[in-house]
């Protein structure tokens, strides 16, 4: 497995916040562009490896071009992409489990998933989980559902622009 310098165990990193200062409570999930450490823990056969999604677009792959490159599947098997809604987005090129159904997604123009964290992708036999920091993952706004699984979040305010904050892909 070559990750191309972008391994790196997050204990004993601060944690990124938005909240410096502010006293302590759910909030929104509308953190500045890209924040919350964006990764996947990649594991097969008792490796436990993680890969920070450093840029807007990282591919995964056994292609030396692919920024995650993984033996035994396609050379160009999947693409993470960042999008203008600040979403990561997994898009397939080869075969793979997931832990929800591939939809269209508007932003792009394509069929794929918008990761959340915990989201979990097999391909081959590496098994690969998404994980952003809870504060800025937009799936689960003021801290979570209240009353367990089914009870309705409450609505949280329009996103951010990001379009300015958009890296060039």
Do not use: K
């Not at 033996?71 to 990561?88: C, G, L, R």
Request: hydrophobic letters at 30%; charged letters at 25%.
């Amino acid at each position: 497995m070559d990750t191309h310098g972008s391994h790196t165990e997050l204990e004993g990193r601060e944690p990124e916040s938005r909240h410096e200062g502010a006293a302590h409570g759910p909030t929104t999930t509308h953190a500045r562009w890209g924040a919350g450490s964006p990764r996947l823990i990649i594991t097969r056969d008792g490796l436990h490896e993680t890969f920070l999604i450093n840029g807007d677009h990282a591919r995964i792959g056994s292609a030396a071009h692919c920024e995650l490159q993984l033996s035994e599947i396609e050379p160009m098997h999947a693409e993470i992409t960042h999008d203008e809604n600040d979403e990561y987005v997994l898009i397939l090129h080869g075969p793979a489990s997931t832990s929800h159904a591939q939809a269209q997604i508007p932003s792009l123009h394509v069929l794929g998933e918008v990761l959340r964290s915990g989201a979990q992708i097999v391909m081959g036999p590496w098994r690969l989980v998404f994980e952003r920091d809870e504060f800025a993952d937009h799936g689960r706004p003021y801290g979570g559902r209240a009353g367990g699984e089914g009870a309705l979040d409450p609505e949280q305010p329009p996103r951010p622009d990001y379009r300015g904050h958009q890296s060039a892909a």
